[in-house]
């Protein structure tokens, strides 16, 4: 086992950046991250994530400088700062592609750059999400290749799914507990102990490599099938011409009903994860009704919403072609900044091809990284005097609820809200 450690991140996004955090209390931690820009502002004590205590970070930076670089931490992009480090931990996405298989090229990226640089007896530690089996089938091969290092003599690894909640400030990375693993009993144990260190609600520690990556792929999968059964739900209880939230509440008051709420289901977590398990599944010749039934459910919620709001429009003697139509919100989720696969941006689609004029605001999100992700313009601001023919509440944003919505509409505006926390007597429909 290690005595001194020397870490480095590879990515600084909202996962890598407060596990780097955590650990510069500790050791020494470079955060490494190809985005320049990132690696400036990380540096500058700024982090437009939000996901950082900004006072954590000044400290860490200010130690990295203060100790001579044995405690604390700095953010880099240039491979040779990390060249001497032997904790290496793996945070780069991994997304799907247009046909929702896995796209693991972030992954093997920084799996070539590491094969590089890894020295006999370092670990490099995967939290990245991926199905059973891709840690030792993927990544494996690709470090042996580019290191000339043998696996489990010369080098070895761990998985340690990242349990990473985007915006939330009470389910932390230290009061969460961690599941980790090791490719020998050995290194399991010294990642289990690394962990340990800094989570403060435990640890656990899997019997294998690829318990710990099935673990995480179901943790997504439970949930975001769960939602699909509420969302269809809804889908049913629309054409009933009742209230599912009605009928949820109602439910509800059994003690052993699951209080799910049906909704827009993105972000890089529950709308991505499932997509990796079915790929092993298919891969293995399983082919997984539930999951997949539950993925067509949850996609199909944004086209449910635009169809619904035009109907809307249409009842009450309303143009469909130029008309005006408004989305509050575009994260994929509430007071955070994070766009990756966003379900909102179906909305705005689906509506537009219908030839309605959709403007979307949302004071939290980087209209840049709008722009540059998706290709689409968001409002800076709110349009003085604008009226709107149809409002969607598509995320509940602190400030959309305390906003005055009825200085947005016309006469026989539509108010459609997708989270159902508005007033219900101030809206024509909610999910």
């Not at 093997?108 to 094969?115: F, H, R």
């Not at 059973?132 to 003599?153: D, Q, R």
């Not at 693993?181 to 399991?188: D, L, Y």
Request: proline share 3%; glycine share 6%.
């Amino acid at each position: 086992m290690m005595i001194n450690y020397k870490i480095a991140v590879i990515g600084q996004g909202y996962v890598g950046l407060p596990l780097s955090l955590e650990f510069a209390v500790h050791y020494p931690v470079l955060g490494f991250d190809i985005n320049t820009q990132r690696v400036g502002e990380l540096n500058k004590g700024e982090d437009i994530t939000l996901e950082a205590d900004i006072e954590k970070l000044t400290t860490a930076l200010k130690k990295y400088t203060e100790s001579n670089a044995t405690i604390g931490y700095q953010a880099t992009s240039e491979l040779s700062d990390i060249a001497d480090a032997n904790i290496y931990i793996v945070t780069v996405p991994t997304p799907i592609d247009r046909y929702n298989a896995p796209d693991l090229k972030p992954l093997i990226s920084a799996s070539k750059m590491l094969g590089g640089i890894i020295k006999n007896g370092d670990i490099v530690i995967y939290e990245s999400t991926v199905f059973p089996g891709c840690t030792e089938e993927e990544c494996v091969p690709v470090l042996e290749k580019y290191s000339g290092l043998k696996y489990n003599e010369d080098f070895f690894v761990g998985y340690s799914p990242e349990r990473i909640n985007p915006g939330d400030k009470i389910n932390t990375l230290t009061s969460v507990k961690k599941v980790t693993s090791g490719s020998t009993e050995v290194i399991a144990e010294e990642v289990d102990q690394l962990y340990k260190k800094i989570i403060t609600a435990g640890t656990h520690k899997a019997s294998s490599l690829k318990v710990a990556e099935a673990s995480k792929a179901i943790e997504n999968a439970q949930r975001d099938v769960n939602i699909s059964f509420v969302n269809e739900l809804a889908l049913i209880f629309d054409r009933i011409g009742i209230d599912t939230n009605d009928v949820l509440e109602a439910a509800g008051t059994k003690y052993n009903f699951l209080k799910y709420k049906p909704g827009l289901v993105g972000g890089h977590c529950i709308s991505v994860d499932p997509y990796y398990l079915a790929h092993k599944a298919e891969q293995l010749g399983y082919h997984p009704d539930v999951i997949l039934s539950g993925r067509r459910v949850n996609d199909s919620i944004a086209k449910f919403i635009a169809s619904k709001v035009v109907k809307l429009m249409i009842a009450k003697g309303e143009v469909i072609k130029d008309s005006q139509a408004l989305i509050l919100g575009v994260t994929f989720k509430e007071n955070c900044p994070d766009v990756r696969n966003t379900k909102v941006l179906d909305i705005y689609t689906e509506l537009s091809d219908y030839g309605v004029n959709v403007d979307i605001y949302d004071p939290w999100a980087s209209k840049e990284e709008v722009k540059h992700e998706y290709g689409i313009d968001i409002l800076d601001v709110l349009i003085e005097g604008k009226k709107y023919d149809a409002l969607i509440l598509a995320v509940s944003h602190n400030e959309f609820l305390q906003m005055d919505l009825s200085a947005l509409k016309k006469e026989n505006s539509i108010v459609f809200d997708t989270k159902a926390c508005l007033d219900r007597n101030s809206v024509d429909a909610r999910l």
